[in-house]
């Protein structure tokens, strides 16, 4: 059972009907409320991940319903999170509910609100988040196979450009693919898209080449072809819940939450979400940006490492053989 789900309200009204609500709602079990000067803070506390929903209380509320006049409360959640926009709306409602029946008049209604999940359905919650990790899990699987193939023939050993060239090829690839998933496949299927398309595009201009180098890396590793496909199938329900997408952050283990940033998909998952389904403008998807930046380097560094060392064993192996000849 999810409790103490960080929540904001605005009230705007300051009556003792309102802070009744506020008070209710903060004794619920499900909610950990905070309070808010106006909507923009609440919406800028979803943005950041504070809070997961918020409710609204207008002004004239306690006038409205002891006149008999037409009063309702707003409840707004971050579609992003299913299940936990589910509890928000439990806990606010029952709240709500509970004072309404306090109220010798007709009940306080309630409009739930959605602010990216207009359908709330599942499919429009998972799949814009699940499609950056399938384009990573595929190119990684791709690439390792493939990288698999040249360390078993020796052919795996470049140079900075030719690493680079293999690099911009598999990115290409990605890319590509990334623009079909958010361009027609969005599309047909009546999913969010299009908000920032020229941002998304960078996004991808960024993340293709950090997953081409992890898988670079990957193969170098593996060694073998087969290997890659063996670990990385059945590594994408752990990277998918450690994104902190479909399960907070704040409740994982303290070592993933730290661990969990040595995957692009981490970064990849939120911005491109915010970025094409929920409207963020580059600025505020910069820290996932620059982010990928440093796996980009990072990897890339690690990549060129490991080739030198691997050269040397090599050497060395080739040189005991010559000298035991």
Known sequence: MVEKIPVGIVDYDNSQLSKTIVRYSN???????????????????????DIAGYLLIPSQLEQNVYAGK???VSILGNGGYFLLNKYVQTGFMQAVGTVSAGVETQAVPLRIDPLFNHAQGYAAYVVPGVSML????????????????WVERRQHFASVTGWLGRITAFSLINFILGCFYYGWVFDSQGYARGHSMGATLLFFALYAPTVAVLGCVLGMWFRQRERGLQILIFSSVPFFFVSGYPWPVSQLPETLQYVRWLIPSTSGVHASVQLNQMGASLAQVSGYLYHLMALLVGFFLLLMAMQRWQQRQQSRREASINGDN
């Open 70 to 72: 037409s009063a309702e």
């Open 27 to 49: 004794s619920s079990p499900l909610l950990d409320v905070h309070n808010f000067a106006n909507e923009d803070q609440a919406k800028q506390a979803i943005w950041y991940g």
């Open 134 to 149: 399938v384009l990573q899990q595929t190119l990684l699987m791709g690439i390792t196979l493939l990288l698999g193939s």
